[in-house]
């Protein structure tokens, strides 16, 4: 369960064996140009912004660019009731003595009392406490940053997949477990920031199978891979080839959902499509 809290950030679980890369050339099957695939972190870490010329080349060079959620197509309203629970608040999860160590935690590390936050789903909670200690040198993460990028040069902007989607699979973890998670964040913090140093510099690396070691925990029910990984990176597949046939896309996803049997790389070349490593280093890396 201790790795778990680290899911958000590298959508884990992938399988990567093969070339290393985080910027992928997609070509073949009578596409007339080729569009791109990037793996991205949502962070706000000023050296995963340190990224070669050539990925900003590519997204100029496309015609639209696609993030997984496109948050301007989301209603707020609908993306708050989302976050929320339905009949339950984190008081009536919790035993006494986690819900008073979780409020004079997100007191600390944020200066709000939990009582405000206490309708909210666990797995947000920790998300919150997760960005609280997160370096944040950069105004937006890196996929918004991209997305900034794109909308300055007049690109088209595309969702590769709904809000549900992302929502529904979070919603596949009952809240308990959700609690689980939180609570073994807030427990062992400092294994969780050693953990997230190492995966880091993996990722800076693309050091895909050092990642795929560094994340895989089978503790995480199968229910959750299979939704969360594997259905979505289905639809990607699917709509990443859609809009690669329509005109050059810049796609930007979560680092993990690109590699291993199931993953997207792989979807893509079971469509005929031909999917390349563009290698490239990181500034002072």
């Given at each position: 369960?201790?790795?778990?809290?680290?899911?958000?950030?590298?959508?884990?679980?992938?399988?990567?064996?093969?070339s290393q890369s985080l910027l992928w050339e997609i070509t073949g099957k009578g596409l007339k140009s080729p569009s791109y695939l990037y793996g991205t972190i949502h962070i706000q870490d000023k050296r995963v912004f340190a990224y070669d010329k050539i990925v900003e080349d590519k997204i100029k060079e496309c015609k639209a660019y696609a993030m997984e959620i496109l948050m301007d197509d989301v209603q707020p309203e609908v993306a708050q009731a989302a976050i929320l629970m339905e009949d339950k608040t984190l008081d009536q999860i919790l035993c006494k003595t986690d819900y008073?160590?979780?409020?004079?935690?997100?007191?600390?590390?944020?200066?709000?009392?939990?009582?405000?936050?206490?309708?909210?789903?666990?797995?947000f909670i920790?998300?919150?406490?997760?960005q609280s200690e997160m370096s944040k040198d950069m105004e937006f993460a890196l996929d918004m940053h991209f997305l900034?990028?794109?909308?300055?040069?007049?690109?088209?902007?595309?969702?590769?997949?709904?809000?549900?989607d992302q929502i529904g699979a979070i919603d596949k973890l009952p809240l308990v477990v959700q609690a689980e998670m939180l609570m073994e964040s807030i427990k062992n913090p400092s294994e969780e920031n050693e953990k997230f140093d190492e995966m880091l510099e993996a990722y800076m690396n693309a050091e895909l199978k050092k990642l795929m070691e560094l994340t895989n925990d089978t503790s995480m029910p199968d229910v959750?891979?299979?939704e969360f990984i594997v259905k979505r990176n289905i639809k990607m597949a699917d709509n990443i080839a859609k809009f690669a046939k329509k005109q050059s896309v810049f796609n930007a996803i979560g680092a993990a959902h690109l590699y291993g049997n199931e993953g997207v790389?792989?979807?893509?070349?079971?469509?005929?499509?031909?999917?390349?490593?563009?290698?490239f280093k990181f500034e002072n890396n």
């Open positions: 369960m201790k790795k778990l809290t680290l899911f958000l950030f590298f959508l884990l679980l992938g399988f990567a064996l093969f008073a160590l979780l409020d004079s935690v997100f007191k600390v590390k944020t200066g709000m009392n939990i009582l405000l936050y206490k309708k909210m789903k666990p797995f920790m998300s919150q406490l997760m900034e990028i794109a909308k300055k040069n007049n690109k088209k902007t595309l969702g590769i997949e709904d809000f549900s959750f891979n299979q790389i792989e979807l893509l070349r079971k469509k005929g499509l031909e999917v390349k490593p563009i290698p």
